[in-house]
Structures are given as structure tokens and as C-alpha cells.
């Protein structure tokens, strides 16, 4: 009995190593410093990354959207981080908007204007629960065609 097709079927389970990417120097200017795997900063610089910077932005305006919407009378933006971040998580469940705010970390009342804004843009629908609590439910393709 030969072992190859042992090895061959273990090589398909088990992904190879890779190469080694070496060392390199921090793009930071002035640091110098020597960095693993070939990352262009080190873990001092690390926000200098092009990534990184971008996710401190979408942070950065989660932020203020967020104290936007905290506000009594605050606006929600159609093309923000919640009203987004909201229509993706509708694409696998229904919410109440208590669950709504606890999944997105907003207040009560923030998560209570985001479905009225969504039900008034005609992506979402609105609804109650026995309990008389708000609901809000995704749209189905076929909701989008028969409206």
C-alpha cells in the first residue's frame, strides 16, 4: 500500500505554509524601525496604514452620526452608517426596535426613527407586535414588486 494518496489527500486538508515575506523597514518617516512579514509600519505606525485610516473614518462617522441621532429631534441620514448597517442586518432577520438599538449600541428612540425613515423610504416595513412594540421587517423581492 503506498502512502501517496494519503499525502495527496492531506496536502487538500492542510494549506501550505506560504513563504516567509522577510523584514522591512517602517514607511513612518524618521522610525526605521524593522517590521515582520514584510508590513510597511510598525506596530507603533500602525495607524498610518491606508486601512487602517479608513476604518478610523468609517468609525469617525459612526461617531457623529450617532450623536446626531441621540439628539431628540436628531436627523438620520439616508446615506449613513445606521441606515445602512440596518438593511444589511434586515436581509436575515425582522427586528423589534429594541432589539434594533441593542444590535447597532443607539438608544431606544434613535432605533424608532430609523424604522420610520426606512418605512417612509419604502424599504422596510413597519409594524407592532402583540405587545404593542415596533417592528421593523426587511422587503422581500417579492414586497418590492407587488407595491
Known sequence: MSDEPSLSLLRLVIPDGGT?????????EGCGKTTREGKPFCSAHVEDSPYVRSILAILCERDEEEAILNKKNGGIQTQGFFFRETLLLLRSKDYTAKALSRRLDINHHAAERLIVLL??????????????????????????VEE
Request: charged residues 25%; hydrophobic residues 20%; contains cysteine.
Open 20 to 28: 516567509h515575506k522577510g523584514t522591512s523597514t517602517c514607511q513612518h
Open 119 to 144: 418605512a417612509k423610504c419604502r424599504l422596510a416595513k413597519r409594524g407592532t407586535t402583540s405587545r404593542g412594540d415596533t417592528t421593523i421587517s426587511g422587503l422581500g423581492l417579492r414586497d418590492l
